[in-house]
């Protein structure tokens, strides 16, 4: 079982930037990858970024590509997501998620999710 935790969520002018933080309870986190989708209201949940255990493995959807970092630590059970040059497309509830497999960046394919947390990008 892994319970998983968003922060760092909030209101933000576009050009702007927001970190958000996923915090990870289980002892096999580091075998899981994690994920951030995001969800805007009337739309279809979207992949934003993954990243494997290693941190060998990462992956980001096209709408985000060069605008946002996915990182982890598996020492301290976080996972990051560094959102630079925000833009009033990118408001949506943030989700992370785990999934255990060797790759994954569909819903579908991730096993546990966190509540969600709500960024707003002003224009």
């Known amino acids: 079982q892994v319970q998983l935790v968003e922060s760092g969520g909030g209101l933000v002018q576009a050009g702007g930037s927001l970190r958000l933080s996923c915090a990870a309870s289980?002892?096999?986190?580091?075998?899981?990858?994690m994920g951030w989708f995001r969800q805007a209201p009337g739309k279809e949940r979207e992949f934003v970024a993954a990243?494997?255990?290693?941190?060998?493995?990462?992956y980001y959807g096209d709408s985000v590509k060069g605008r946002f970092t996915i990182s982890r630590d598996n020492a301290k059970n976080m996972v990051y997501l560094q959102m630079n040059s925000l833009k009033a497309e990118d408001t949506a509830v943030y989700y992370c998620?785990?999934?255990?497999?060797?790759?994954?960046?569909?819903?579908?394919?991730?096993?546990?999710w966190g509540q969600g947390t709500q960024v707003t990008v002003s224009s």
């Open positions: 998620a785990a999934a255990n497999r060797i790759i994954a960046s569909t819903s579908y394919e991730y096993d546990y």
């Open positions: 289980g002892r096999t986190f580091s075998r899981y990858i």
């Open positions: 990243i494997s255990w290693s941190g060998g493995w990462i």
